[in-house]
Each structure stands twice: as structure tokens, then as C-alpha cells.
């Protein structure tokens, strides 16, 4: 099915816009207080 092709084309690309995001967010929060904010 096309269908499903897409949809797990969709989980790729949202799991890599994650991890990078994650990364950033490491990066940034490394010299700060480790403080959660929800």
C-alpha cells in the first residue's frame, strides 16, 4: 500500500525532527541549572 509507505516515511521524518530537537535542547541546557520546566 502507498499508504503505509507514507505514513512510515512520516514516523522517519518525525523522529529525526525529535532527536534534533532533543540535541538542541541538550546542547543548550548543558551549562544551566538542571531545572525541568513543564
Known amino acids: 500500500r502507498s499508504g503505509y509507505?507514507?505514513?512510515s516515511i512520516n514516523i522517519d521524518t518525525?523522529?529525526?525532527a525529535a532527536r534534533r530537537i532533543l540535541a538542541?535542547?541538550?546542547e543548550e541546557g548543558?551549562?544551566?541549572e538542571?531545572?525541568?520546566a513543564r
Open 34 to 36: 538542571p531545572r525541568v
Open 5 to 7: 509507505r507514507e505514513l
Open 30 to 32: 548543558a551549562g544551566a
Open 24 to 26: 538542541r535542547l541538550a
Open 14 to 16: 518525525g523522529g529525526l
